[in-house]
């Protein structure tokens, strides 16, 4: 299945985009609080008077609390500032634990692998890969593995509410992150930043998970970063528990490619 530009011009359009620029190097990583959501829902709700924001999250959470495989459509956006946007496209899927494979058809081919301990890119075109552990990997798309359950929202998000935003179609809403990664240590002591579990660096504003309140399925994340930077994905055709075998999640070198170890922050390449 792809997502190229025929699928990008159907009705459905707005929910098969994720939008995605691929750069070695962004300090990013936060991107956990999207899909810490989608795989470890929490077990209890709060019996007082129930907040909307922590209802759609709760919602969100429990959709995906119980699939062990999923696999989607997206189409990815990175911009910056006025400059115009990188768009690109593919399938992904995400395995328990922790485990994510995102395959690029447009405008290129690309593999962006994380096998549970190793965070792989690979460009045929540049006949190189290149490889970093996980925790040290600031990709954005590296948190979404959280879609495999490993971080609850609540431990990323320092904040969550419901936001405005025009256009939106009918049953969904915007919930709002700030993450805790935002917070700095007081001048005043020497305290290290809590752990979130998120890899790499944690600068970004804001992100915002675009959720169908009807049935809590995710239809897009999008992270802002300080000095307008925005990268945006949307999914579309969720599958829950397909059956997707070992190899898909274990990255074999080809023959005649090099291997490149990544300095951290890593991110996926462009």
Same mark, same amino acid.
């Given at each position: 299945?792809? *997502?190229?530009? /025929?699928?990008?011009r159907?009705?459905? *359009?707005?929910t098969?985009?994720?939008?995605?620029?691929?750069?070695?190097?962004?300090?990013?990583a936060? %991107?956990? &609080?999207?899909?810490?959501?989608?795989?470890n829902?929490?077990?209890?709700?709060?019996?007082?008077? /129930?907040?909307?924001?922590k209802? &759609?999250?709760?919602?969100?959470?429990?959709?995906?609390?119980?699939? #062990?495989?999923?696999r989607?459509?997206f189409?990815?956006r990175?911009?910056?500032?006025?400059?115009?946007?990188?768009?690109?496209?593919?399938?992904?899927? %995400?395995?328990?634990?922790?485990?994510?494979?995102?395959e690029?058809?447009? /405008?290129?081919?690309?593999?962006?692998?994380?096998d549970?301990?190793?965070v792989?890119?690979?460009?045929p075109?540049?006949?190189?890969?290149t490889?970093a552990?996980?925790?040290?990997s600031s990709?954005?798309?590296?948190?979404?593995?959280?879609?495999?359950?490993?971080?609850?929202?609540? =431990?990323? *998000?320092? =904040?969550v509410?419901?936001?405005?935003q025009?256009?939106l179609?009918?049953?969904?809403? &915007?919930?709002?992150?700030?993450?805790k990664?935002e917070?700095?240590?007081?001048?005043?002591t020497g305290?290290?930043?809590?752990?979130?579990? &998120?890899?790499?660096?944690?600068?970004?504003?804001?992100?915002?998970?675009?959720?169908?309140?009807?049935?809590?399925?995710?239809?897009?994340?999008?992270?802002?970063?300080p000095?307008?930077l925005?990268?945006?994905?949307?999914?579309?055709?969720?599958?829950?528990?397909?059956?997707?075998?070992?190899?898909?999640? #274990?990255?074999?070198?080809?023959?005649g490619?090099a291997?490149?170890?990544?300095?951290?922050?890593?991110?996926?390449?462009?």
């Amino acid at each position: 299945m792809k *997502c190229a530009t /025929p699928l990008a011009r159907s009705a459905t *359009c707005y929910t098969f985009t994720v939008i995605h620029g691929t750069r070695i190097g962004i300090a990013v990583a936060a %991107f956990m &609080i999207a899909a810490s959501a989608l795989m470890n829902g929490s077990d209890q709700a709060s019996k007082q008077t /129930p907040d909307p924001a922590k209802t &759609i999250a709760h919602l969100l959470e429990q959709h995906y609390h119980n699939a #062990r495989t999923l696999r989607a459509v997206f189409l990815q956006r990175y911009s910056e500032g006025p400059k115009d946007a990188r768009i690109e496209s593919g399938t992904v899927f %995400f395995r328990r634990p922790g485990q994510m494979r995102w395959e690029y058809d447009s /405008p290129e081919q690309k593999l962006f692998l994380v096998d549970g301990k190793t965070v792989w890119f690979y460009v045929p075109y540049d006949h190189t890969v290149t490889r970093a552990p996980v925790r040290e990997s600031s990709d954005w798309r590296t948190p979404l593995a959280l879609l495999t359950g490993k971080v609850e929202l609540s =431990r990323l *998000c320092s =904040r969550v509410d419901l936001t405005e935003q025009k256009g939106l179609p009918p049953n969904h809403v &915007i919930l709002r992150c700030l993450p805790k990664g935002e917070k700095k240590t007081p001048p005043h002591t020497g305290a290290s930043q809590p752990e979130t579990g &998120i890899p790499g660096d944690v600068d970004f504003t804001e992100v915002l998970l675009e959720v169908d309140k009807s049935s809590g399925e995710l239809a897009r994340i999008e992270i802002r970063q300080p000095g307008g930077l925005e990268l945006e994905y949307r999914f579309g055709n969720w599958q829950e528990d397909p059956p997707l075998p070992d190899a898909m999640f #274990r990255f074999q070198v080809p023959p005649g490619v090099a291997i490149v170890d990544a300095v951290p922050p890593v991110s996926g390449g462009q």
